[in-house]
């Protein structure tokens, strides 16, 4: 090799190496998954603007410089340049530089430096790295599925440590699991059974294996008395594993929706997945009001209690009734108690009594602990902005039962100022995601006065569906600018809602 290929190998090695930031933020908030780099990468190829247009001229220098190194030169700037959108900075959070994240790295490394060792030892040039280069997100997802099954290995001893600690409690474990209300009802509950006991508490967003595991190890105390364990699952399996090790006496399934369609395929898929929950409990709540769930509990009432709760019908065994901000608790037909809080808790405080009453608790003198139950961050949370508007942030954990209910809130507002809505859609909803995002965007339409859209992700869909119900509407690549511009219009008396937040791995 000349000095010409010599530099050629290394600067496309570089630009294979450098581009590992931008694969790892996806993978990372991705969960690790295999082939979900790939996916992203394409994700934003199909939908920015220009970006298709971009990656086939990327492959017509890519072919070409197999002839002309210096077109290789810039193939290799290209690649770091494209897809258009997915820069190196992070806006929404920063990736954890944590060890496993470490060891991928290492390994893509060791991936992309072989390849461009065999280009020169196989007397192929710089042939093999130009490969690699121009799908150097292939790579990374090789890497993903190389470290995945001793990545599992690595943490189990950590997951033994866990499951040690919970076999020497002798408190409940109550395990919560859902397409929705997962995180406020796990709130909701620790909210009333801490104003007499010691609740140990998964944080938020810690609902995975390692999550759990992580939290435990941390956190759990000798002094708790009752532990509150999320479980969330991205496919067949995880929530079983979880429930061998943490054998939870009570388990919580929330309801179940077209969330995470997009891995799981259908709602039936979702429901199984839950449903691996309640396979070594003793005792099952469910959403009495999800028809998918009472189908399925028959199939557990022969072996396990099941209690059904319910925000609608008052034969079920727990009733919760809401109006002026007072939620009024039945047991089996009979008036309990009441307690304040906001409407999007009516759901988690049946939920939650559900599992008091399993625990045969004294549902009155809890309650009357407690003055004001409150609601979780984010969901539907109420807010002042600078310039005295109103602000509903329902960011995290938006899907199509969140989104109405958000919507809902907004319709009760009596105001003489405009109702705006901030939003990029909802995600991971598979083939029906145009579908869901065309609907709530006509169910918007009658409640809002202008409508903000966040992204290219459901651009199409959102902006089709208020074009058609004549709603103004406007589009910006981010959610900074939308607020930007929300801010050099906004009033006093305007309400706002922010539906969903959209990581920046997402067009």
Not at 263 to 291: F, H, P, Q, Y
């Amino acid at each position: 090799m000349n000095l010409i290929y010599i530099f050629v190998l290394f600067a496309l090695t570089v630009s294979s190496l450098v581009n590992s930031v931008r694969w790892s933020r996806i993978a990372q908030r991705e969960h690790y998954i295999p082939g979900y780099v790939g996916k992203f990468y394409f994700r934003w190829v199909k939908l920015i603007p220009f970006n298709n247009l971009y990656f086939l001229v990327t492959i017509i220098f890519m072919i070409l410089s197999l002839w002309n190194p210096y077109t290789a030169i810039l193939v290799a700037i290209l690649t770091l340049l494209l897809p258009r959108g997915l820069s190196f900075d992070y806006r929404t959070s920063e990736v954890k530089q944590t060890e496993r994240i470490k060891r991928l790295n290492i390994v893509y490394f060791i991936l992309i430096s072989s390849i461009s060792l065999a280009s020169v030892w196989l007397e192929y040039g710089y042939f093999l790295a130009l490969l690699a280069n121009v799908f150097s997100f292939f790579i990374y997802d090789q890497a993903l599925k190389l470290t995945k099954n001793f990545e599992k290995n690595q943490s189990q001893n950590f997951v033994d440590k866990a499951e040690a600690r919970l076999s020497a409690f002798t408190g409940p474990i109550i395990s919560i699991t859902g397409s929705y209300s997962k995180t406020t009802t796990k709130n909701t509950l620790k909210q009333i059974l801490s104003t007499s006991n010691d609740i140990f508490v998964t944080p938020e967003s810690y609902n995975n294996r390692l999550g759990i595991a992580k939290s435990i190890n941390e956190n759990f105390s000798s002094n708790n008395e009752i532990a509150i364990i999320e479980m969330g699952t991205y496919g067949f399996g995880e929530i079983r594993e979880m429930c061998s090790w943490v054998k939870p006496h009570i388990s919580v399934i929330t309801g179940i929706a077209p969330v995470h369609l997009e891995r799981m395929k259908t709602l039936e898929n979702i429901l199984d997945a839950k449903s691996e929950i309640v396979d070594l409990t003793g005792t099952v709540v469910i959403n009495g009001d999800d028809e998918l769930l009472l189908g399925q509990a028959r199939l557990w009432t022969a072996q396990k209690m099941v209690i059904d709760c319910s925000t609608t019908s008052s034969k079920a065994a727990v009733y919760v009734e809401y109006e002026n901000n007072k939620h009024s608790i039945y047991i089996s037909g009979k008036y309990i108690t009441s307690v304040k809080g906001p409407k999007i808790l009516q759901l988690s405080i049946s939920l939650s009594v559900g599992i008091m009453v399993a625990l045969e608790m004294d549902i009155s003198t809890y309650f009357n602990k407690v003055k004001e139950l409150e609601k979780t961050t984010h969901r539907q949370t109420m807010l002042k902005g600078n310039l005295g508007q109103t602000i509903i942030d329902n960011s995290f954990n938006s899907n199509p039962i969140s989104n109405q209910s958000s919507l809902d809130l907004l319709s009760s507002f009596i105001t003489k100022g405009k109702k705006y809505l901030i939003t990029p859609g909802m995600v991971e909803l598979g083939d029906d995601q145009f579908t869901f995002n065309y609907e709530f965007a006509h169910n918007a339409s009658s409640v809002i006065d202008e409508a903000l859209i966040v992204g290219y992700t459901n651009r199409v869909s959102l902006m089709l569906s208020f074009e058609e119900n004549n709603i103004p509407v406007k589009f910006f690549k981010n959610r900074d600018l939308a607020v930007s511009y929300l801010n050099s219009v906004v009033e006093e008396d305007d309400v706002v809602l922010f539906e969903n937040d959209l990581p920046d791995h997402h067009p």
